[in-house]
């Protein structure tokens, strides 16, 4: 969806506020050059006042802005500055990272057998002098415009035996990833199916972003 | 799913009847040693006289059966061979890799806006001799045994600007894959959303492998 105009956003300088692997690779295998920054905003928002969708889009916002307030201090300001958040949330339940192994049995009993929702928030931040972008909020002190969405994803687990959650957890891939799991690897045999986007899974909503960053760019006719 | 065995899986010889890429990236991406050994059978089924869910299992068949005979002419004989097909379906009619450009703007242009399913078919040869699969059909004179199963997976179309299709063709990544797409990198950018397993699109159905495997391996307590 982006390649038309793939050579404009390559000349441009997009920083990625997230340290996350998968999104670092979601974006450069669709051929984007990307600078990553990761933000240091500490993910404390509490989830028991937010919808799982209000919470992702709020702590994507204030990992970006972290991010573009530290570059803007330094002077400089990027073309585009894009932050995310992912959780998987079942019932009433927000699950972000586990905390250690024992929190990663208990967050993959409870997904075994059963169907989850997993959210990412995406938000992107353009200088306010851009000609992108004319629509969407001011931040920082109008020096940003920012334009924020989320995607969900129904994933259902399938039945999950304690010694496979077991041996699962054993090989490290779950620690760092909501919900205890990676749909990408290991992960990807314990997933039964999906609706809705993979790569929102993954933690990144790729489709919904090209589109948004399709009408940013496309309606300006950079081409 | 895997996991609780894969020691007693990389202790044996397995072999991947498929040139693809991306099928060795996802069984690698598992953990699973595998040696690739491409088949030579060349893909000519009647597909006007042939389900997509049959064609596709009748064309691994097919595939894994000549690599089984070239490596028992040779002496030896693998602990497992696995085989696979994918094609992608709309109405009446399959789609493989396509023949040229022109073909892969035709394939995609019919994709575009609208939901196809994508169909593999994975068999499996053990040895007779082997513990495993006392059940499935024999094949090549009884000296392997064949289990075999398809899986399905609805993928839905963005609407896609004739701009967009042939810039994505320009990029290369159509021409070696079923549909003319490659859900996995650019082409990830296209595809709006699916409603089942994603690395079945991308060629390979991983869960319901991992749960076929586990079947086989676990019941014989290899643990």
């Known amino acids: 969806m982006l390649q038309p105009f793939i050579h404009v956003l390559n000349a441009q300088r997009i920083v990625l506020a997230s340290g996350s692997p998968r999104r670092k690779q979601i974006l450069e295998n669709i051929g984007l050059k990307i600078e990553v920054i990761p933000s240091t905003f500490e993910e404390n928002l509490d989830k028991t006042k937010l919808s799982p969708a209000d919470y992702v889009v709020q702590t994507a916002t204030h990992k970006t802005e972290e991010v573009a307030k530290r570059l803007a201090a330094g002077g400089t300001l990027p073309d585009l500055i894009i932050g995310a958040d992912t959780v998987v949330s079942q019932g009433q339940e927000i699950f972000?990272?586990?905390?250690?192994?024992?929190?990663?049995?208990?967050?993959?009993?409870?997904?075994?057998?059963?169907?989850?929702?997993?959210?990412?928030?995406?938000?992107?931040?353009?200088?306010?002098?851009?000609?992108?972008?004319?629509k969407g909020s001011q931040v920082l002190g109008g020096t940003y415009r920012c334009t924020s969405f989320v995607d969900s994803t129904a994933v259902h687990m399938a039945n999950l035996p304690q010694d496979v959650i077991k041996a699962y957890i054993e090989t490290g891939e779950p620690m760092d990833k909501a919900g205890a799991y990676g749909i990408q690897a290991i992960g990807g045999t314990l997933v039964q199916k999906i609706n809705g986007d993979y790569f929102n899974v993954m933690g990144f909503p790729l489709p919904r972003f090209a589109q948004e960053i399709a009408s940013l760019y496309g309606e300006k006719d950079l081409k």
Chains 1, 2 share one sequence.
Not at 116 to 133: E, I, R
């Open 96 to 134: 972000e990272k586990p905390k250690d192994k024992d929190d990663a049995v208990r967050i993959l009993s409870q997904l075994s057998n059963c169907s989850h929702t997993v959210y990412t928030g995406v938000v992107l931040f353009v200088p306010s002098t851009s000609l992108l972008m004319s």
